[in-house]
């Protein structure tokens, strides 16, 4: 099925009616919190076997990084025009590799999967390599949240516009967004935070923060919607390095 897409860069300032940025970050950081204390108070009960606890450690451990990423990019965010961002080609399926490395633990423990779909292709996209990591970080992230235990969320890479650009995305198969919410994102996405209806758990915060990331690395990023679920992607100029070998 043919997605409808939408695109972004950053946008104008945060308007009274738009969620404040400070109540973004406090509804983002809710949710791992509260799981880290539900979690504490049941060790301390000391009522879980020994392999239970084992695993509530883990889940406090993995749950415990997801937020510290989330302070480290909003500190980053707020020193995004006091700082140097180096540019390089960066190898699209390899850092989608390295995301997918880094975030299956999380994953697993949540009864999720990541994957990577990937052509064989060595496509380099001009980009800040951790700004970039950052950004599909963030996407799948939030396609946690909301994928079908059945299904594994994707992550994906491809070349596009007579290989101009590079396209890195995140398709989750998860509930669908009605016309209305996606008429909404549409219009406000990129200028601020905001939630989305069937998707409660997040603030859009992470969409918000991967936007200024991509604004700074000459892309942007976009979405598509799908009957079953939705793809978030970044686009970016692709390297003009391996036509020149």
Known sequence: MKGSEIGWT?????????????????????????????????????????????????????TSERGLRLTSDL?????????????????????CEDVAH??????????????????????????????LRRILVNFSDNALHYADARTPVLIQSAGYQEGQKIRLGVRDYGPAV???????????????????????????????????????MHGSIGATRHRDGATFYVDLLASQQMKLL
Not at 84 to 90: I, K, R, S, T
Not at 181 to 196: D, E, F, H, V
């Open 75 to 95: 500190t980053r965010t707020v020193r995004l025009e006091d700082s140097l961002f180096e540019l390089e080609p960066v190898n699209a399926r390899q850092l």
């Open 10 to 62: 950053k946008g104008e300032e945060l308007s009274d009616d738009q969620i404040p940025f400070m109540v973004a970050a406090a509804h983002e950081l809710k949710a791992p919190l509260a799981l880290i204390r539900q979690l504490s108070l049941s060790l301390e009960e000391g009522l879980e076997g020994a392999e239970n606890q084992r695993q509530m450690l883990r889940q406090i451990l993995l």
């Open 102 to 131: 880094e975030l299956s633990p999380l994953y697993k423990a949540c009864g999720r999967e990541l994957q990577v779909v990937a052509g064989k292709r060595q496509l380099l996209a001009v980009a800040n390599r951790d700004l």
């Open 178 to 216: 009605s016309s209305d919410i996606w008429r909404r994102l549409k219009r406000n996405l990129g200028a601020s935070p905001q939630a989305m209806q069937n998707r409660p758990a997040s603030s859009g915060l992470g969409l918000y923060i991967s936007g200024q990331f991509a604004e700074v």
